[in-house]
């Protein structure tokens, strides 16, 4: 009988330090749901931080500080706007193609640049590719890569020589896919206006210092050509663009881990990136803790099989 008390003892201290684990667990929800819920509070007004970079139209405004070469270049979100897919460009082979040749089964890449720019540009180019190294997706393969140079005086030859030279510097694996899925393109003056007008893409040249004064980003497109994501800058996280080539294809590429970071993540316009929707993460925290606290429970029952029996003897 004496056995059989300290047995009992011993379970019940079992289930008494598993009953203080899941009050604690819970008073430890409730005080991070509290937490998120001030700073998510706090962080609700989202706005871009460069007067390059807008989520509306552009109109002239209060002078912001930048120098008078940027006065009027820019990035004005279009989102959901049609791209010209009849207009006319050529290939870095010289072959005349329509824009159109490069949707209608995968999410398009978008960049615009000029192939001798000295600087801006060439980072761009250097974003997209660390990027597309790190990413599961292959350029060609999961998506489609259009580079289209704004300078109505570059010809195919520049472009054919800058396509070797990036698709060179992707991983050996990803090249051949690459090298069929990423186009650089020229264009005369009139394409160019049609396509940075329909983008948003705001530039000019700088006769002071010789070249074209623009901002940077990269533009994600659906299969059917329509403007889905901006994203800014010269460095691209892979996730962004990750979720944003899931996104514009409709969910049709990426894994089931995917489908959950969408579920957390959402686009934020005034930033061109993905953040964190704070209260579907406490969700899925939440869910995935309950859940942790049952298996636990269940592995700690099933460790005690021999003090379950002589209790009940």
Same mark, same amino acid.
């Given at each position: 009988?004496?056995?059989?008390?300290?047995?009992?003892?011993?379970?019940?201290?079992?289930?008494?330090?598993?009953?203080?684990?899941?009050?604690?667990? =819970?008073?430890?929800?409730?005080?991070?749901?509290?937490?998120?819920?001030?700073? =998510?509070?706090? =962080?609700?007004?989202?706005?871009?931080?460069?007067?390059?970079?807008?989520?509306?139209?552009?109109?002239?405004?209060?002078?912001?500080?930048?120098?008078?070469?940027?006065?009027?270049?820019?990035?004005?979100?279009?989102?959901?706007?049609?791209?010209?897919? +009849?207009?006319?460009?050529?290939?870095?082979?010289?072959?005349?193609?329509?824009?159109?040749?490069?949707?209608?089964?995968?999410?398009?890449?978008?960049?615009?640049?000029?192939?001798?720019?000295?600087?801006?540009?060439?980072?761009?180019?250097?974003?997209?590719?660390? *990027?597309?190294?790190?990413?599961?997706? &292959?350029?060609?393969?999961?998506?489609?890569?259009?580079?289209?140079?704004?300078?109505?005086?570059?010809?195919?030859?520049?472009?054919?020589? &800058?396509?070797?030279?990036?698709?060179?510097?992707?991983?050996?694996?990803?090249?051949?896919?690459?090298?069929?899925?990423?186009?650089?393109?020229?264009?005369?003056?009139?394409?160019? &206006?049609?396509?940075?007008?329909?983008?948003?893409?705001?530039?000019?040249?700088?006769?002071?210092?010789?070249?074209?004064?623009?901002?940077?980003?990269? =533009?994600?497109?659906?299969?059917?050509?329509?403007?889905?994501?901006?994203?800014?800058?010269?460095?691209?996280?892979?996730?962004?663009?990750?979720?944003?080539?899931?996104? *514009?294809? +409709?969910? &049709?590429?990426?894994?089931? @881990?995917?489908?959950?970071?969408?579920?957390?993540?959402?686009? +934020?316009?005034?930033?061109?990136?993905?953040? *964190?929707?704070?209260?579907?993460?406490?969700?899925?925290?939440?869910?995935?803790?309950?859940?942790?606290?049952? @298996?636990?429970?269940?592995?700690?029952?099933?460790?005690?099989?021999? *003090?379950?029996?002589?209790?009940?003897?």
């Amino acid at each position: 009988m004496k056995a059989m008390r300290i047995v009992v003892s011993g379970q019940w201290t079992v289930r008494s330090i598993a009953a203080r684990l899941a009050v604690t667990t =819970f008073l430890l929800l409730v005080t991070v749901h509290c937490s998120l819920l001030t700073a =998510f509070g706090q =962080f609700t007004q989202s706005q871009s931080n460069s007067p390059l970079y807008s989520a509306r139209p552009y109109a002239p405004r209060a002078p912001s500080g930048l120098p008078k070469a940027l006065t009027g270049v820019g990035i004005d979100q279009k989102l959901n706007e049609q791209l010209p897919l +009849d207009l006319p460009l050529v290939d870095e082979n010289g072959k005349n193609v329509r824009l159109g040749d490069y949707f209608g089964k995968k999410p398009v890449v978008l960049s615009l640049v000029y192939y001798q720019c000295p600087m801006l540009c060439n980072q761009v180019l250097n974003g997209m590719v660390s *990027a597309f190294k790190v990413m599961s997706f &292959k350029p060609g393969a999961e998506f489609e890569v259009v580079t289209v140079s704004f300078d109505p005086r570059e010809t195919p030859a520049l472009a054919s020589a &800058k396509k070797t030279t990036y698709v060179n510097y992707l991983p050996e694996a990803k090249r051949a896919s690459a090298n069929a899925g990423w186009h650089f393109l020229t264009a005369d003056e009139a394409s160019i &206006k049609q396509l940075t007008d329909t983008v948003g893409f705001r530039y000019h040249w700088d006769d002071a210092t010789n070249q074209f004064a623009h901002a940077s980003g990269i =533009f994600v497109s659906t299969p059917q050509g329509r403007l889905a994501r901006y994203l800014y800058g010269i460095e691209y996280a892979p996730r962004d663009l990750r979720l944003g080539l899931i996104e *514009a294809a +409709d969910n &049709k590429i990426g894994s089931p @881990v995917d489908q959950l970071l969408l579920y957390c993540y959402h686009y +934020d316009p005034a930033t061109g990136k993905y953040g *964190a929707r704070v209260m579907r993460l406490m969700q899925v925290g939440g869910v995935a803790t309950l859940l942790g606290v049952v @298996v636990m429970l269940f592995a700690m029952r099933r460790r005690n099989p021999a *003090a379950e029996l002589t209790a009940r003897t």
